[in-house]
C-alpha cells in the first residue's frame, strides 16, 4: 500500500540566505514558509474514483522599505532571489504608512491541540473512511452521489529580521458524503485536528436527511421560530460577522459594526470570540505574522468590545495587534483574520419546543457583507419538536438580517460541532421572516 | 508499467499581478509566482492523482506514473474513458494591449483613476482591486498528444460605499478580460459604483413573494449558469445528482429558450483547448425548450453520453473537472420596452451578487444588486438586497419573452474547492411567476 512519507524541506539555509540578502536592501524582511501533504479518496456514486496525493510549498516574502510595505511568494525555492526582487519591486509601489516594526520574540501560549503526530499518511485510511461512511448511508433509503476522506499535515516556519524565528505544525483530518433519495438531497461532513472522525454518522446523517426531506411539504409565508445548526450559522458568521470585525474594514467605513464600540450590538446574552486555544482546525500559537495568538472577545454579553487587527492595520490607526493575522495558503500575504470562532452564552436545548429546522443554506455569499441583509433558500428544512425530527419543510427562503439574528437568539445549544475553522452550536431564533411558495 | 491505461501531466506556471488601492491609498502592489503539475494515471479501474509543485517537464516521469498507480489501487469505480478524436488547439485572441508589456506603476496610475472617479460626494470609502495571471500550461497525455500555450487574464472591480445617517450601502462595478489590458478610459465605472451606492441610500427594501420578474443581461446570464448549466454538467449527471439527468429531449421551458456553452467564444471563460486536450466547441444544453446535450469530460462522455467531451477545465495544481465557461441565453426578439410594458406589474432585477445551485434538488438561489418595482409598465422605486429562488424544472417554463440585447458578464466559478474564470450572458428575459426573496415588510 502506498505511504507518503514526509520529509520536511530543510529550510533554515534558504530561510538565513533571504534574510541576509532581504535586509541589506531593506529596512526588515519577512520570510513565511508553508509545506504541507496530504491523501485523499473521492468517491462517484458509492465506488472510489480516485485517490489523490499531494505536496505543496510556498514561500512569501514581505519586506518593509521606509512604512512602505512589499510582498512576493513563489512555490520554487531556487526562484527566491527572484520572488525577493518583487517583493521589493512590489514595496517601491506601496504608499507609506506609520510602522512600528516586525514582532521580536516573545512568549507564545502553550501549543492547542492541532498536530496529531501519530497521523500516517497511507491510502488504506481513506479507503476505510469512505467504508464507515457507506455502512452508516446504508442505514436509510437513500442513494450515494458522491463523498470524499482527506488526511493532511502540515507545516509553516516565520522568521524575521527581528530575531523572530517559529515553527508550527498541524494535522487535518476530514470526511464527507452526499446522499439522494427521489428530489431530496443530503448531505453532512466532519472535521477535526485529529484521526477522531465519525465517519458512520456522516453516512447515516446525509442518507438520513436525503430521506427524510423526500415528499416534504411546502410552507406558507410567515414568521417561524428557526433552529440554525452550526453548519448554517457558520455561514452567516463567515460571510457577514467576520467582515465586519476586521479592523481595516471598520477603519475604511466598511463595517455596520464601525464606531459601535461598547454599545450592544447582538444579544445580550451572547459573547462572541476568536479563542486560538481551542481543538480547532485555525488553532495556533502565533499569528501569520508572528505575534503570539490570543484569546479576543469580540462581544461580550451583546457589548461589542475589540475589532480584529493585524500589524499594518494596528500601526496605521494606533491600535495594537490582536494576533488575527491569517494567510490564504501557500504564499499568501497575511491579512485580518479569525482564528476560531466561538459563541457562548446560557446553554439550553434548542429543539423542545416546535420550530423550523435549518440544517444548511443555499447563497449565503451573496448577503450585503455592509449591512448584513440577506434573503437565502433553506437547506434541509425540517420541523422539529421533543428533539426529534418531525414533518419536512421542502423549500423557503429565509430574508433578513445577520446582525438582528444574532439579537434574536432565545437559546444556545449545548453541543459545538467544527466547521470550518470556528466551534459553533446551534441557535434557537425567534420570530424569523420565511417566504414560502 | 502494464496497468496503465492512460495517463495524463498538466503542468502551469505562471505570475499572478496584483494591485489594491483602499481610499486612495496604494495598500498592496505586487507579482507572485506559481508552478504545480497534476499527474493522472488510470489504473486498471479508477484514477490516481499526484499533485506537486516545480514539476521538471525535462525528468523522466515513471516514478511519478508509479506512484500515482499505487494510490489508484484503492479505487473501486469502472472508469472509462471515450474516444477524443477532435484534438487541436484554437490561437489564444491576440491582446489588444499585452498586460505584461505595462508596468505595475503604470496599471497602479490607471486603477488609481477609476478608484478616484468613485470619490463622489456622500462617499465614505472607495475600493479598486485590478488581478492579472499570466499562465503557461503545457499537456501530455499517453497518446502521444501533447499541446502548450499562454493566456493573459487580468480585469479590476471597483466598490463605492456610500453613508448617511448611519446607512451604509455600495455599488460594485468590474471587468475582466482575455484580451488585453482593460484599465484605460474606465473612469466611468468608478462613478457609475458610486451611483448605484447613493442611490441605494434611498431604495426601500424588497418585500418577497411571487410576482413577475424582469432579469437584466447579467443575472439573467447567472440565472443560466446556476438554474441550467450547474444541472447539465455530466459529472452531476452521472452520479444522479441532477434533475436534468435521463431529460434528453424532454421539454422543461418555453419554445423560446436555447441555452449554451461554449468555451471556444473570446469571453473571459475561453478556453484554447480543454483539460484533457479535447477540442473546444459549442454545446446546445437547451434548444427550443428542450434538453439537448450534457457538458462532458471524456470520462463522463464515456459513461453518460448525450452530449459533448471538451468540458473538462482544471485550475492550476488541480485535477480536471466538468465546468461551464462561457454560457448564454439566445437572443429573442423583444425590445427592452416591450419586456417591461409585457411586465406590467412585478420587479426588475440588477446586476448579481452571485448565486447558488442544489442541482440534486433541482432548487437554485441567487441575489441581485438591486431593483426597481414596476407598476402599469413603467419603471418605479429602487428596491434592494431582492433575491430570487426557484425550481430548475419549474422556472423555465415561466420564461416568456427575450429581449434582443445579449450582453455577457465575466466572474468566477465554483465547484469541487476548485474556481475557474467564466462568463454569463443573456439578452432581458420576463419571468412569468418568481419566487423573490427580500426582507421588507410593507
Known amino acids: 500500500m502506498c505511504s507518503l512519507k514526509m520529509r520536511w524541506w530543510v529550510a533554515m539555509e534558504l530561510i538565513d540566505a533571504i534574510l541576509r ?33 499531494s505536496k505543496g510549498f510556498g514561500i512569501g516574502i514581505r519586506v518593509i522599505v521606509g512604512g512602505r510595505i512589499g510582498v512576493s511568494s513563489t512555490a520554487n525555492p531556487n526562484d527566491w532571489e527572484v520572488c525577493l526582487a518583487a517583493a521589493l519591486a512590489s514595496a517601491r509601489l506601496a504608499h507609506p504608512q506609520e510602522w512600528g516594526g516586525l514582532p521580536c520574540p516573545a512568549p507564545l501560549p502553550d501549543a492547542p491541540q492541532i498536530n496529531d503526530a501519530t497521523l500516517r499518511l497511507d491510502a488504506a485510511t481513506p479507503r476505510s473512511i469512505c467504508r464507515e461512511m457507506l455502512a452508516g448511508a446504508a442505514e436509510h433509503d437513500a442513494a450515494v452521489t458522491g463523498g470524499s476522506a482527506s488526511l493532511a499535515r502540515g507545516k509553516v516556519t516565520i522568521a524575521n529580521t527581528s530575531g523572530l524565528l517559529y515553527e508550527q505544525e498541524r494535522t487535518s483530518t476530514g470526511c464527507s458524503l452526499e446522499c439522494i433519495h427521489e428530489r431530496s438531497t443530503g448531505f453532512e461532513f466532519d472535521a477535526s485536528p485529529f ?27 410567515g414568521d417561524y421560530d428557526l433552529v440554525l445548526s452550526p453548519v448554517a450559522l457558520s455561514q452567516f458568521l463567515g460571510y457577514v460577522l467576520e467582515p465586519a470585525l476586521s479592523g481595516r474594514n471598520v477603519h475604511a467605513g466598511r463595517s455596520w459594526l464601525a464606531g459601535k464600540i461598547g454599545e450592544t450590538c447582538i444579544g445580550e446574552e451572547i459573547s462572541v470570540f476568536d479563542d486560538p486555544s481551542r481543538r480547532g482546525l485555525g488553532s495556533t500559537r502565533f499569528d501569520a505574522e508572528g505575534v503570539p495568538a490570543r484569546k479576543i472577545t469580540f462581544f461580550d454579553h451583546g457589548v461589542l468590545a475589540h475589532y480584529a487587527y493585524d500589524l499594518r492595520t494596528a500601526y496605521r490607526y494606533g491600535q495594537e495587534s490582536t494576533g488575527s493575522a491569517v494567510r490564504d495558503g501557500p504564499g499568501g500575504a497575511p491579512a485580518i483574520g479569525v482564528h476560531t470562532m466561538v459563541i457562548d452564552g446560557p446553554r439550553d436545548t434548542v429543539d423542545d419546543d416546535r420550530a423550523v429546522y435549518v440544517n444548511d443554506i443555499v447563497g449565503a455569499h451573496t448577503a450585503n457583507p455592509l449591512t448584513g441583509d440577506f434573503s437565502v433558500e433553506l437547506s434541509n428544512a425540517t420541523w422539529i419538536e421533543d428533539g ?20 434574536a437568539v432565545a437559546a444556545i445549544g449545548r453541543e459545538e460541532r467544527i466547521v470550518g475553522s470556528a466551534i459553533l452550536p446551534a441557535l434557537r431564533l425567534n420570530k424569523q421572516h420565511l417566504i414560502g411558495k | 508499467m502494464d496497468n496503465v491505461r492512460y495517463y495524463d501531466i498538466r503542468h502551469v506556471r505562471g505570475s499572478a499581478t496584483h494591485v489594491d488601492i483602499d481610499n486612495g491609498v496604494v495598500e498592496s502592489a505586487g507579482t507572485s509566482f506559481y508552478d504545480q503539475a497534476v499527474v493522472r494515471v488510470l489504473g486498471p479501474q479508477g484514477w490516481g492523482i499526484l499533485t506537486l509543485e516545480n514539476f521538471d517537464p525535462d525528468a523522466p516521469c515513471d516514478r511519478l506514473i508509479a506512484r500515482a498507480l499505487e494510490l489508484a489501487a484503492i479505487t473501486g469505480d469502472e472508469v472509462e474513458l471515450s474516444d477524443a478524436p477532435q484534438r487541436g488547439v484554437l490561437p489564444v485572441p491576440k491582446a489588444s494591449e499585452d498586460p505584461a508589456g505595462v508596468s505595475l506603476e503604470e496599471k497602479t496610475e490607471l486603477l488609481s483613476s477609476i478608484e478616484g472617479a468613485a470619490k463622489l460626494t456622500g462617499i465614505v470609502n472607495t475600493r479598486a482591486r485590478y488581478a492579472e495571471s499570466i499562465e503557461e500550461v503545457r499537456f501530455v497525455d499517453s497518446s502521444g498528444c501533447e499541446y502548450s500555450y499562454t493566456i493573459p487574464r487580468c480585469g479590476f472591480s471597483v466598490v463605492a460605499v456610500a453613508s448617511r445617517n448611519g446607512e451604509m450601502q455600495m455599488g460594485r462595478e468590474s471587468s475582466y478580460t482575455i484580451q488585453g489590458l482593460n484599465l484605460r478610459h474606465k473612469q466611468e465605472m468608478g462613478e457609475k459604483a458610486a451611483q448605484t451606492a447613493l442611490a441605494l441610500l434611498d431604495a426601500k427594501a424588497a418585500k418577497g413573494g411571487r410576482m413577475r420578474a424582469v432579469l437584466d443581461p447579467e443575472l439573467a446570464g447567472v ?71 450534457y457538458m462532458h469530460s471524456r470520462q463522463t462522455l464515456a459513461a453518460v453520453g448525450n452530449g459533448f467531451a471538451g468540458h473538462a477545465r482544471a485550475e492550476p495544481g488541480e485535477p480536471p473537472l466538468v465546468r461551464m465557461s462561457n454560457t448564454f441565453i439566445e437572443e429573442g426578439d423583444a425590445s427592452y420596452d416591450e419586456i417591461i410594458a409585457e411586465c406590467r406589474n412585478g420587479v426588475l432585477l440588477q446586476g448579481s451578487r452571485g448565486g447558488q445551485v442544489d442541482p440534486g434538488r433541482g432548487v437554485f438561489q441567487f441575489n441581485a444588486e438591486y431593483g426597481y418595482i414596476i407598476e402599469n409598465g413603467e419603471i418605479g422605486t ?31 466559478c465554483g465547484k469541487g474547492g476548485q474556481s475557474v474564470p467564466v462568463s454569463d450572458g443573456s439578452p432581458h428575459v420576463l419571468l412569468e411567476d418568481a419566487v423573490v426573496g427580500g426582507n421588507g415588510t410593507d
Open chain 1, 388 to 407: 426529534e425530527f418531525d414533518e419536512p419543510v421542502r423549500s423557503a427562503m429565509f430574508a433578513g438580517n445577520v446582525f438582528d439574528l444574532l439579537g
Open chain 2, 223 to 293: 440565472f443560466a449558469h446556476e438554474a441550467v448549466g450547474h444541472a447539465s454538467e455530466g459529472d452531476l449527471i452521472r452520479e444522479g445528482n441532477s434533475v436534468l439527468a435521463g431529460k434528453i429531449g424532454e421539454s422543461i421551458g418555453s419554445p423560446l429558450l436555447t441555452i449554451v456553452d461554449d468555451p471556444s467564444l473570446p469571453y473571459f471563460g475561453f478556453e484554447p483547448v480543454d483539460a484533457e486536450g479535447v477540442a473546444v466547441g459549442r454545446t446546445e444544453l437547451i434548444r427550443g425548450g428542450r434538453v439537448n446535450a
Open chain 1, 195 to 221: 484521526m477522531d472522525l465519525n465517519p458512520h454518522r456522516v453516512g447515516e446523517q446525509a442518507a438520513f436527511f436525503a430521506e427524510h426531506g423526500a415528499g416534504a411539504g411546502e410552507i406558507a409565508t
Open chain 2, 382 to 412: 429602487m428596491v434592494r438586497d431582492v433575491s430570487l429562488s426557484g425550481d430548475i424544472l419549474g422556472t423555465l417554463h415561466a420564461i416568456t419573452l427575450l429581449g434582443n440585447d445579449r450582453e455577457m458578464h465575466e466572474g468566477y
Open chain 1, 21 to 53: 540578502a532581504g535586509a541589506s536592501k531593506a529596512d526588515e524582511v519577512e520570510v513565511y514558509i508553508s509545506e504541507g501533504e496530504s491523501i485523499s479518496a473521492e468517491m462517484k456514486r458509492d465506488r472510489i474514483e480516485n485517490a489523490g496525493g
